[in-house]
C-alpha cells in the first residue's frame, strides 16, 4: 500500500515537472520570436526634412544665345561714360576691401575696374561659362598684374561662387543670356553677404534680341527671393540701358 502511494506521487510530481518544463519552453520560444526593439542612430532621429515640392524655376520666354565673339568689343573708350561705371560701383556700394563678383565677366572689363576700387585688400570673383574668356581673363590679370582678382567657371543656374562671399554682384549686360535665371540668382543669393546689394545692367529687348523687359527681370529676381531698390536709365541715342539694384528679402 505505502509502495502504490509512493509510485503515484512520484509520477505527480513527474508530470508536473514536465508541465513547467514544457511552460518555460513555449516562454522562450515566444521571446525568441518577438522582434528586437529597433535602435536609433543619431541621423534617423533628426528630424526629417520637408519634401515639400517648391515651385518650378523653369522659365517661359526667349533668351539669347551667349556672346562668343571678339571680346575687344567691350573694350569701346566711351563705355566708362555710357554706363557710368564708377557712379554704378557707388550705388553697389564698392569700396577698399569689399569683395565683388562679376557674373558673366566676359572680357574682363568690369572686373578691372572692380579689382583696381577694392584694392590689395578686396577681391573680385570673375565668374564665366566661356573657358576661352577666363583664359583671357587670367591673362590679362597677369599683364596688368591684379592679383586680387579670381576667375571661376561657373553654369548657367550655379555661379559657383563662395557661401556668404560677397558685398555686392553685378550682372553687366548678361542676364538676357541666362537660361536659368532664377536658379542663378538663388545661388547668387546664397553667395551674398548680408547688406549685400545686386546690380543687373541690361538695355530693353525681347529676350532673344540681346535685351529683356526691365519688368520681367525684376519678376524674375523676386521669385528668387530678391526685392528692388533702385532703378535708374543710361539714356543713348539708340536705345535704354537700366540698372536695377536688389537685396535680399
Same mark, same amino acid.
Given at each position: ?188 543669393? *546664397? @553667395?551674398? +553677404? =548680408? $547688406?549685400?546689394? &545686386? ?6 529687348? #525681347?529676350? /532673344? ?10 519678376? *524674375? @529676381?523676386? +521669385? =528668387? $527671393?530678391?526685392? &528692388? ?6 539714356? #543713348?541715342? /539708340? ?11
Amino acid at each position: 500500500m505505502g509502495n502504490s502511494i509512493a509510485a503515484l506521487l512520484l509520477r505527480k510530481l513527474l508530470y508536473l515537472y514536465l508541465c513547467v518544463a514544457l511552460l518555460s519552453c513555449a516562454v522562450a520560444h515566444q521571446r525568441a520570436a518577438k522582434p528586437a526593439p529597433a535602435t536609433t542612430s543619431p541621423a534617423s532621429s533628426a528630424a526629417p526634412q520637408s519634401t515639400q515640392q517648391q515651385p518650378s524655376d523653369r522659365i517661359d520666354r526667349p533668351t539669347s544665345d551667349a556672346y562668343s565673339g571678339r571680346l575687344s568689343i567691350f573694350e569701346d573708350p566711351k563705355r566708362d561714360e555710357k554706363l557710368q561705371i564708377n557712379r554704378v560701383m557707388d550705388i553697389l556700394g564698392i569700396k577698399e576691401g569689399s569683395s565683388v563678383a562679376d557674373i558673366g565677366a566676359g572680357s574682363g572689363w568690369f572686373s578691372v575696374r572692380a579689382a583696381k576700387r577694392v584694392g590689395t585688400g578686396g577681391t573680385v570673383y570673375a565668374v564665366e561659362i566661356n573657358k576661352d574668356f577666363l583664359k583671357h581673363i587670367e591673362k590679362r590679370t597677369q599683364a596688368e598684374n591684379l592679383v586680387n582678382i579670381r576667375t571661376i567657371l561657373g553654369t548657367e543656374d550655379d555661379p559657383q561662387l563662395p557661401p556668404k562671399s560677397v558685398d555686392a554682384v553685378l550682372l553687366l549686360k548678361t542676364y538676357h543670356e541666362v537660361t536659368e535665371p532664377i536658379r542663378l540668382l538663388k545661388k547668387t543669393r *546664397e @553667395a551674398m +553677404r =548680408a $547688406g549685400a546689394l &545686386l546690380g543687373v545692367i541690361d538695355r530693353d529687348g #525681347k529676350g /532673344d534680341d540681346h535685351g529683356i523687359d526691365r519688368d520681367t527681370v525684376i519678376e *524674375e @529676381a523676386e +521669385r =528668387a $527671393g530678391f526685392r &528692388l531698390v533702385e532703378q535708374h536709365d543710361f539714356v #543713348k541715342p /539708340d536705345n535704354v540701358d537700366y540698372f536695377l539694384v536688389f537685396r535680399s528679402r
